[in-house]
């Protein structure tokens, strides 16, 4: 039979035991639907997910694409059984048009906004550039550690700044709030250049920093291949426009880059570029943004929390207790988990932020004298701990003035607060979790991940009253739907106060920013995305509406 006329069926909801392996999977299937194993011509995960409701039996859900020979016994069970899906060809995926008229168009930021930007205008045929202000991700990566070993902060080469943006220190998450005809696409290019093909199907697919920075090299080379120009220590310091339209880029204060149109993908800490565009009187926003902390606790105590016996060979209650034999079933990843409570009282927010399993948390400043604290985790996610942001929502009237930057000095002025309660040397200060609680007991320890260093301090000194208060009362809640989350064991690291970016670029229609056309403002930095896959969307929707321009 021509695979051009096969019809594909995807059954879903198909469930494997803690133990089962996923061999066992086109088995499963076909007893389902009353066929032999071997009547399946192909098979395919498409979806994976664990199920840890019940901790009794944690179970693995998946979904399955697949072919047979004689489809229509299961074309007439379609309409009976609501798992059986004919599974139609996806015709929406916008495909890159190469161009009769190339362009000169310039993207500016390498984080995943830009590279998807520059990779879909050069497919398109146009004359790309590419430019970042930092480094190369190797020359990045030694910046960086140099610089939790207790070297000079790079303002151009350091966590923020740099091949791949603030994504490259991350756990490489690949999760979007919505479903978009392009998430295909970004997980398909990513798995081209290197990451592990399980991304197309998990429900929660991530990289890995590890990974990722090796997929960034491929996907250098690929940019380079199709005619991309990169530049790297190159800064966007003016832009010059005729009839309030874009002309040229001034980069470096010196060298001059004409073009018809650029992408702006600067990421969400590029603050001084900001500053610019409020001079060039493009409009700004300030936006809403959260600030808060990064909590850690061993990584076995939240595997037991959440898997409970049947998940790892032993339990375990609230306190510190021994957990030498507790390890994780092989066929369970680290667990994670996701919490949010609502303040009553002050409307607020409060929740958990890009929970890294098995992760560091990360010293991420790229200003002098100010602390920000991140987290990572490499593709095995083999740390032993594990770390997410505890956040507290930050409204435009909670800063002093109506500014669209107000947002920004906001940050710095926490930040610079977080640098001196660590030392000044750019320490991270750290409290014991009970200790921020005002919980009396004694014999509490500080452990943290953090390479760059850490030091004792009590955390009231350098957040905002508001967020340390919305925590306070959101720990407990927490700790009801995860007993065990508020404990000794758990250290809490700041500041966390670069979740997105407190501004937003306001675009027009067509993508444009307000106030000079010809510039496309696109990803985090431009504040209308949140995480790797958003941002990539993001990026290529800017090169599709400035091909159509």
Same mark, same amino acid.
């Given at each position: 039979?021509?695979?051009?006329?096969?019809?594909?069926?995807?059954?879903?909801?198909?469930?494997?035991?803690?133990?089962?392996?996923?061999?066992?999977?086109?088995?499963?299937?076909?007893?389902?639907?009353?066929?032999?194993?071997?009547?399946?011509?192909?098979?395919?995960?498409?979806?994976?997910?664990?199920?840890?409701?019940?901790?009794?039996?944690?179970?693995?859900?998946?979904?399955?694409?697949?072919?047979?020979?004689?489809?229509?016994?299961?074309?007439?069970?379609?309409?009976?059984?609501?798992?059986?899906?004919?599974?139609?060809?996806?015709?929406?995926?916008?495909?890159?048009?190469?161009?009769?008229?190339?362009?000169?168009?310039?993207?500016?930021?390498?984080?995943?906004?830009?590279?998807?930007?520059?990779?879909?205008?050069?497919?398109?045929?146009?004359?790309?550039?590419?430019?970042?202000?930092?480094?190369?991700?190797?020359?990045?990566?030694?910046?960086?550690?140099?610089?939790?070993?207790?070297?000079?902060?790079? %303002?151009?080469?350091?966590?923020?700044?740099?091949?791949?943006?603030?994504?490259?220190? =991350?756990?490489?998450?690949?999760?979007?709030?919505?479903?978009?005809?392009?998430?295909?696409?970004?997980?398909?290019?990513?798995?081209?250049?290197?990451?592990?093909?399980?991304?197309?199907?998990?429900?929660?697919?991530?990289?890995?920093?590890?990974?990722?920075?090796?997929?960034?090299?491929?996907?250098?080379?690929?940019?380079?291949?199709?005619?991309?120009?990169?530049?790297?220590? =190159?800064?966007?310091?003016?832009?010059?426009?005729?009839?309030?339209?874009?002309?040229?880029?001034?980069?470096?204060?010196?060298?001059?880059?004409?073009?018809?149109?650029?992408?702006?993908?600067?990421?969400?800490?590029?603050?001084?570029?900001?500053?610019?565009?409020?001079?060039?009187?493009?409009?700004?926003?300030?936006?809403?943004?959260?600030?808060?902390?990064?909590?850690?606790? %061993?990584?076995?105590?939240?595997?037991?929390?959440?898997?409970?016996?049947?998940?790892?060979?032993?339990?375990?209650?609230?306190?510190?207790?021994?957990?030498?034999?507790?390890?994780?079933?092989?066929?369970?990843?680290?667990?994670?988990?996701?919490?949010?409570?609502?303040?009553?009282?002050?409307?607020?927010?409060?929740?958990? *932020?890009?929970?890294?399993?098995?992760?560091?948390?990360?010293?991420?400043?790229?200003?002098?004298?100010?602390?920000?604290?991140?987290?990572?985790?490499?593709?095995?996610?083999?740390?032993?701990?594990?770390?997410?942001?505890?956040?507290?929502?930050?409204?435009?009237?909670?800063?002093?003035?109506?500014?669209?930057?107000?947002?920004?000095? *906001?940050?710095?002025?926490?930040?610079?607060?977080?640098?001196?309660?660590?030392?000044?040397?750019?320490?991270? %200060?750290?409290?014991?979790?009970?200790?921020?609680?005002?919980?009396?007991?004694?014999?509490?320890?500080?452990?943290?991940?953090?390479?760059?260093?850490?030091?004792?301090?009590?955390?009231?000194?350098?957040? %905002?009253?508001?967020?340390?208060?919305?925590?306070?009362?959101?720990?407990?809640?927490?700790?009801?739907?995860?007993?065990?989350?508020?404990?000794?064991?758990?250290?809490?690291?700041?500041?966390?106060?670069?979740?997105?970016?407190?501004?937003?670029?306001?675009?027009?229609?067509?993508?444009?920013?307000?106030?000079?056309?010809?510039?496309?403002?696109?990803?985090?930095?431009?504040?209308?995305?949140?995480?790797?896959?958003?941002?990539?969307?993001?990026?290529?929707?800017?090169?599709?509406?400035?091909?159509?321009?």
């Amino acid at each position: 039979m021509s695979d051009c006329l096969a019809t594909k069926f995807r059954l879903n909801e198909v469930v494997l035991e803690i133990d089962e392996d996923e061999e066992l999977l086109p088995t499963k299937v076909a007893n389902y639907l009353n066929l032999l194993p071997d009547q399946l011509l192909d098979w395919l995960i498409v979806r994976s997910a664990i199920d840890a409701r019940r901790k009794g039996r944690i179970l693995r859900v998946y979904s399955v694409e697949f072919t047979v020979a004689n489809p229509e016994p299961l074309l007439s069970q379609l309409e009976q059984d609501r798992r059986l899906v004919k599974v139609k060809t996806d015709k929406t995926q916008p495909t890159v048009v190469v161009t009769k008229y190339p362009r000169n168009l310039v993207v500016i930021g390498m984080g995943p906004a830009g590279l998807f930007a520059a990779l879909w205008l050069a497919r398109a045929g146009h004359n790309v550039t590419l430019i970042d202000r930092g480094q190369p991700v190797e020359q990045r990566i030694k910046d960086v550690e140099n610089f939790w070993d207790g070297g000079l902060l790079q %303002p151009d080469s350091n966590v923020q700044f740099g091949e791949g943006g603030a994504g490259t220190f =991350s756990d490489g998450k690949l999760t979007a709030r919505k479903k978009h005809p392009l998430t295909s696409f970004v997980l398909k290019t990513l798995v081209e250049f290197g990451a592990p093909e399980e991304i197309l199907y998990q429900a929660k697919p991530h990289i890995g920093t590890d990974r990722l920075r090796c997929l960034l090299l491929n996907f250098r080379i690929e940019l380079q291949n199709i005619g991309v120009k990169i530049c790297f220590n =190159s800064c966007l310091t003016d832009i010059q426009a005729n009839s309030s339209k874009l002309c040229a880029l001034v980069i470096n204060d010196c060298d001059e880059i004409q073009c018809d149109a650029a992408v702006l993908a600067i990421g969400h800490s590029a603050r001084d570029t900001y500053a610019l565009l409020e001079r060039k009187g493009i409009t700004l926003q300030a936006k809403p943004f959260a600030v808060g902390v990064r909590v850690e606790h %061993p990584i076995e105590l939240i595997d037991a929390i959440q898997y409970g016996a049947t998940g790892v060979n032993r339990g375990h209650g609230r306190g510190k207790a021994d957990r030498s034999e507790v390890k994780r079933h092989p066929n369970l990843p680290p667990a994670d988990y996701a919490l949010a409570y609502n303040d009553p009282d002050s409307g607020r927010g409060i929740y958990s *932020f890009c929970m890294c399993p098995g992760g560091q948390v990360v010293q991420s400043s790229s200003e002098a004298e100010m602390v920000v604290v991140n987290g990572m985790s490499d593709y095995r996610r083999a740390s032993a701990y594990s770390n997410s942001a505890l956040v507290v929502s930050v409204r435009p009237q909670d800063f002093e003035d109506d500014s669209p930057l107000a947002g920004v000095r *906001f940050q710095q002025y926490w930040e610079g607060k977080a640098f001196s309660a660590g030392g000044g040397n750019y320490r991270v %200060p750290i409290e014991n979790m009970l200790d921020f609680m005002e919980i009396k007991g004694g014999g509490r320890q500080l452990n943290s991940s953090c390479r760059a260093g850490t030091v004792s301090a009590p955390l009231d000194q350098f957040l %905002p009253n508001f967020v340390a208060h919305g925590l306070r009362q959101a720990l407990p809640h927490f700790d009801r739907k995860m007993r065990g989350f508020v404990t000794a064991e758990a250290t809490l690291t700041a500041i966390e106060s670069r979740t997105s970016a407190p501004v937003r670029i306001v675009r027009d229609q067509s993508g444009q920013a307000l106030g000079c056309p010809g510039i496309y403002p696109a990803g985090e930095g431009a504040g209308y995305a949140g995480g790797i896959m958003s941002a990539a969307i993001d990026g290529i929707n800017a090169a599709i509406n400035m091909c159509g321009s």
